[in-house]
């Protein structure tokens, strides 16, 4: 196996002036939720999967209890309008671990959008807070200004020097690799406190997505996830008030 | 030397149709207590080291002083009754270190069961539960759905969504890289605390592996470390039990 | 793309017996203030930039919202004069985060530097005292005794087993590297706390550069950011004092 | 450059029958101060430098002020008497930072090792036992028995499961790896406290190499050496104890 492989499980689809959207794990696992939610709801269909070295040397179990290698997978679709594009759709278990790996994981991702003749990418992501917010922005990045304005037209913001750090990962990464290869890219971050999972960022992601794309999707089960995630760091932020309280009788005792 | 190079001590055995056993360090040393002594019990013969370099650059000594470089070690065992099949077994000092590492290593193994045609794997391993266990019982996964069937009925049990987070290192990703090479393989997990080495636990894997081969074999040698090991345990627990009631006295001293 | 790929994005200058001046990422930033601030006083021009797969995986973002990937910088520029020399001037966003990297990227450094017939190398770094300081001198080092004798006509200053550890990044890899290949070479370490950026550092390195390239360079951009972080340090030793402070009256109610 | 890379600074010495010494940094520095002091003693001769990308990217600064990149270096020794045996001499700055580095340093060690037809290796290393010692024994191993009934009858020990952890480093790495390509070896640990560069336990190993290699060796500067790392010893510990007593006096305050 080479360092980053490439096994297609399906007959190389025909795809017409296709866009790549990626979502992979990060910040609030924000880009991942929003592609796995739009896989679902537009029933896009698997076509190849990729296992690198630098991913963890792990299997995870079905719920028959099959094991699955820990991978990225590729899936496409196919427009059913005028308006809208062909999409190649990318999420995974897991970003390379290293510097060195995501590099090239990167450049085989890249390689294969060449393959389909990809000339756009969308990246999606979480920015990080730190803190609560009540109803997420998405922030934008692109490879180049004209993006920036069409993008901005959709929905997406841009706060200049924000994020501060640039963007780091596979979402800045395909951006940067890309942009040296050719490709235009937009990379749209949604804002999230980071602390767990967060599907409202997703929701606020898609959103821009949907209207980039001229695609319809219900996104009641994300809101619902939301809502399960809100009532769960409800419940910890009382634990921990709780702790302090605790631990500040006990200062007085003492 | 290559990143992974095996060295053969003797010719190549020749095998009818041999399966894998392998069971490498790891959580409770499970893995690797069960296969040491199966392959202790059935006399199986080594025919072959692989030395790493992502192994630690360390010899350990031996008894009569003299140095072996850290090793991963093939043994094999010629079936003496129609019912039992050939035995390639597999142990040694280390996994892989790092992500790389793991993913060369299992390759160069899938390699040397690929030359002796095995077509189907069982990698053994512990299931750490972070607590006390009376009677550990053995979890499986597999890379399809009939081998889990047939492994329940020889004693291992499939519980859905454990573990959690998948299994990780070799016996996991024989399994995942095995799968996308054609091989059929089971992992059977022994329940273990998971602090200390587990002979228990490797007992009832062992039980399995029984089963699955029509092999008998002695397991008094690891009830009698079991033992050792469920007193050394004790111990520990006195001594913590002691040190956290002195700490309670010195606080109300204080 | 190879582990570290050069970019040019103009015609390749030519140069007639050119330095080389590195001024990357380190402690305190003195070797990347004091070429930036030259590269932006002389105005020289950008031919190629660098990049390298252990580099982070990441982009910046520009003020009109487009991403950059991580790189290395390369600047070049012409003489005016009889007495000046053409230079070729290196900064960038990072250096190599491992070892090899390190490597790696300091022999592509040195085979762009071969390519241009360069012959010289002049290295600029920090050297961390780990305390303040008012008036920083120039520490020096270099590939064979008589530049130092040289240099120390010029301004910088050598003393006898300083700094005791040696020199760390590139700073110190160009120069062993190099001198390898037949490059000769100083590295100046203007003395810093360490502990923030220091332009004030930069300077008194610039002004030895002045005198070995026969160079004017208006320092007084370098000398108000060296004024705005004097500032900061001032308020950070003020924060601190305070926060001391109150932890000890609190022992005293304790 | 290579991964690995020697540098022939003389004509490749003509040598009969050599034996290689090694001693590079480790605990206590016993093998690198041993091997020093023996280079110093013999005037041996040096004839090449070995570079690694897994070495630290960083000079050393000599007295006169020149860079010298980090670096092992080989000397050789011809024999003066009948009894005597030509001379390899290793040591250096560093050992590998990583598991593989110190895989293919070891390999390119054992090459040039080949190329002088070397066929013992004796490699001198510390043994850490965390606590004071007033006469350092010197334990051994090597890769057949026979070495270990000879080397006791020099002077070394053999204490049967110790070194409990095998041999980490190049010291061991060097039997390992020669073993699989012919080599005999023996290690020589002294023993060492751990915590200090340890002069003592260098001489004691020296002791034993000056009844293998029939060479008379001046250990005088060693021994001073040793008295003054005694000397700090003894301030550290009395600090050490005054710093105690002081936090027991604030409790009772307290």
């Not at 671990?97 to 294969?112: N, P, W």
Request: proline share 4%; net charge positive.
């Amino acid at each position: 196996m080479d360092y980053v492989m490439v096994k297609y499980i399906k007959n190389k689809p025909k795809l017409k002036n296709p866009i790549l959207i990626e979502g992979l794990p990060g910040i609030g696992n924000v880009g991942k939720l929003a592609v796995e939610h739009l896989i679902d709801s537009i029933k896009a269909t698997k076509f190849a999967e990729l296992y690198c070295k630098d991913f963890p040397p792990q299997v995870f179990i079905n719920t028959d209890g099959t094991t699955e290698l820990v991978k990225n997978e590729f899936y496409y679709w196919k427009a059913k309008e005028k308006k809208q594009r062909d999409l190649i759709l990318l999420t995974g278990d897991y970003q390379g671990l290293s510097s060195q790996g995501q590099y090239e994981l990167c450049e085989k991702i890249l390689d294969i959008a060449e393959e389909f003749k990809v000339k756009e990418l969308y990246t999606l992501g979480g920015y990080g807070l730190g803190q609560d917010i009540s109803s997420p922005k998405v922030l934008c990045a692109a490879t180049n200004k004209n993006l920036i304005k069409n993008i901005k037209k959709q929905g997406a913001i841009f706060k200049k020097n924000e994020p501060g750090g640039g963007i780091v990962g596979a979402s800045g990464l395909l951006l940067g690799l890309g942009k040296i290869r050719g490709f235009e890219g937009v990379c749209l971050m949604g804002e999230t406190p980071g602390y767990l999972v967060d599907p409202k960022s997703a929701k606020a992601v898609l959103n821009i997505i949907m209207n980039i794309t001229n695609l319809k999707v219900n996104l009641s089960a994300l809101e619902k996830k939301a809502k399960e995630i809100e009532q769960i760091a409800q419940q910890l932020k009382e634990i921990e008030t709780h702790t302090r309280d605790k631990s500040e009788e006990l200062k007085y005792i003492g």
